[in-house]
């Protein structure tokens, strides 16, 4: 089947509306600069003049390049030459073609352009965080209903736990999550990024780490030559955050805290859980302070998007990489993601495809996403189900 044929949405009858299968995106693209107006007047104005007069630095040497400038798809540029600053044209590309219910934005472009906050002065890289936390409240959320929030905040800047509480007593229930990047000057799991934990609970909002693309530390060993040799290396990412925030005893210190992570794959996470729970049982003497076995925390505090999808290079083995999946207790942790506007944008029929089951149609493409971010499913919207065909 054709792309094209993919993205129509198929007609249904007005009896079968309530069968819909609904659509939350959790991983889709607002990407103005710091100069676009949407940005810049959220800005104070010493700041403004310094990136006017200096710019913002570089990234410290050695970044891959792209095939485009923004990794985008052709058409995501709006009539100004820009990608993923129009909200209309991104509700008009995807929300309203596939009848969502809910998006969650994420920018990581925050952290990218300010590589984490070492290539400036930490004053303005703080400023730059705080007004794309605003331009997404107002610009993205006050145009359209659907788009939720992810509060950006710097993983190595120090009042990061500050800014969740700004944005959350300033905008209330227009963000739904916070996002870092999951690289950073020490292993995630570390005692100063215990405050942002903590912040995290208190409102009962999901911990985000998205990819940091062309940013600080996109692996364990600096960076990469080519872009397709740093898309390839996304998931090696969590294998070193995921057993840092297990073996830190993060999650008996904050048991309500739920992790999201974002573009960095789920294919690793059954034989993974095998790895992490047969080095405790040889170790466990040592990590007395855990109360259960890793692969318990990985059950229960962690959640994963679709895109990009897995794509086992014979087609009949997808259905044995979900079910493994499936089996091992994480049906219910897998969520649509479209990355949009860049050019791998997954539609919800090439994520989830409609030969698969129909609970698992739902539990991915919304059910799940609802579950975590308490964002309700529309009655009547999203795909047709194709038991009411």
């Avoid at 000057?185 to 999901?206: H, K, L, S, T």
């Avoid at 493994?324 to 207790?329: M, S």
Wanted: net charge negative; proline share 9%; aromatic share 12%.
């Amino acid at each position: 089947m054709s792309i094209t044929e993919l993205d129509q949405p198929a007609q249904m009858s007005p009896t079968a509306s309530h069968r819909r299968l609904g659509v939350i995106d959790v991983d889709f693209h607002p990407m103005p600069v710091p100069t676009d107006p949407q940005v810049a007047d959220h800005l104070p104005q010493r700041w403004r003049d310094h990136i006017a007069r200096y710019g913002l630095g570089s990234f410290g040497g050695g970044v891959s390049p792209a095939q485009r400038e923004f990794t985008h798809r052709l058409d995501a540029v709006d009539v100004n030459g820009r990608v993923g600053v129009d909200p209309a044209l991104a509700v008009e590309q995807v929300v309203d073609l596939y009848d969502m219910s809910a998006v969650v934005l994420t920018c990581p472009q925050t952290y990218i352009i300010t590589s984490g906050g070492v290539n400036m002065p930490h004053q303005l890289a703080t400023a730059l965080y705080r007004a794309y936390n605003d331009a997404l409240a107002h610009t993205w959320c006050g145009y359209d209903d659907r788009f939720r929030a992810s509060i950006t905040v710097a993983r190595d800047i120090p009042g990061g736990e500050r800014e969740i509480e700004r944005c959350m007593t300033e905008h209330g229930d227009k963000f739904v999550q916070v996002l870092m990047s999951p690289s950073g000057a020490d292993p995630i799991g570390r005692r100063r990024y215990w405050p942002i934990f903590e912040a995290c609970e208190a409102y009962d909002i999901p911990l985000g780490f998205h990819v940091p693309g062309m940013g600080r530390q996109p692996t364990g060993a600096g960076r990469q030559s080519f872009y397709g040799e740093m898309h390839a290396a996304f998931s090696v990412l969590p294998l070193s955050m995921v057993p840092s925030l297990i073996f830190e005893g993060v999650f008996d210190r904050f048991p309500r805290l739920k992790i999201a992570a974002l573009e960095l794959g789920w294919d690793w996470v059954v034989p993974f859980s095998w790895r992490l729970d047969a080095v405790y049982d040889k170790h466990r003497a040592d990590l007395p302070h855990l109360s259960r076995r890793p692969s318990e925390y990985l059950r229960e505090h962690f959640w994963f998007s679709t895109q990009p999808l897995e794509e086992p290079e014979r087609p009949d083995m997808t259905e044995g990489v979900f079910r493994l999946f499936e089996e091992a207790g994480f049906a219910d942790r897998l969520m649509f993601s479209s990355d949009y506007p860049h050019w791998d944008f997954d539609s919800p029929y090439e994520s989830v495809p409609e030969h698969f089951p129909e609970d698992r149609r739902r539990r991915i493409l919304g059910e799940n996403a609802s579950a975590l971010y308490r964002l309700p499913l529309k009655p009547g919207h999203g795909l047709p189900s194709p038991t009411d065909a």
